[in-house]
Nanobody, 124 residues
Framework: EVKVAESGGGSVQAGGSLKLSCTASGWNWENVGMGWYRQTPGNKCTLVSR???????KYADAVRGRFTISQDRAEHKVYLQMNSLKPEDTAVYYCATDLILDMTAVEAVDQCYWGQGTQVTVSS
């Protein structure tokens, strides 16, 4: 069973930074990408960023240049460094893997259904 556990959310003022962490378990790590989605009430769950097994990265336009995704494959961890945070970044952030949904193809789903997520709140 694929399991992910997120941490690192919190409340910051606009312009601040946070770093999210995710620890994954339950599958063969090889050739599987990981990443982050986010969701706000009443809106779709949307892809924020993905990192592939070879380190290739993908970012949503809204976060490119401000967020950086990284990974420690030996520890089965993925991180999201979020800088220059804006109030519109406020959301619940969910860690995901390609085994949960194909992040190379799925930009958005109705609901982030697979985990607890971690709340990020950015105040103006």
């Amino acid at each position: 069973e694929v399991k992910v556990a997120e941490s690192g959310g919190g409340s910051v003022q606009a312009g601040g930074s946070l770093k999210l962490s995710c620890t994954a378990s339950g599958w063969n790590w090889e050739n599987v990408g990981m990443g982050w989605y986010r969701q706000t009430p009443g809106n779709k769950c949307t892809l924020v960023s993905r990192i592939g097994s070879e380190g290739e990265t993908k970012y949503a336009d809204a976060v490119r240049g401000r967020f950086t995704i990284s990974q420690d494959r030996a520890e089965h961890k993925v991180y999201l460094q979020m800088n220059s945070l804006k109030p519109e970044d406020t959301a619940v952030y969910y860690c995901a893997t390609d085994l949960i949904l194909d992040m190379t193809a799925v930009e958005a789903v109705d609901q982030c259904y697979w985990g607890q997520g971690t709340q990020v709140t950015v105040s103006s």
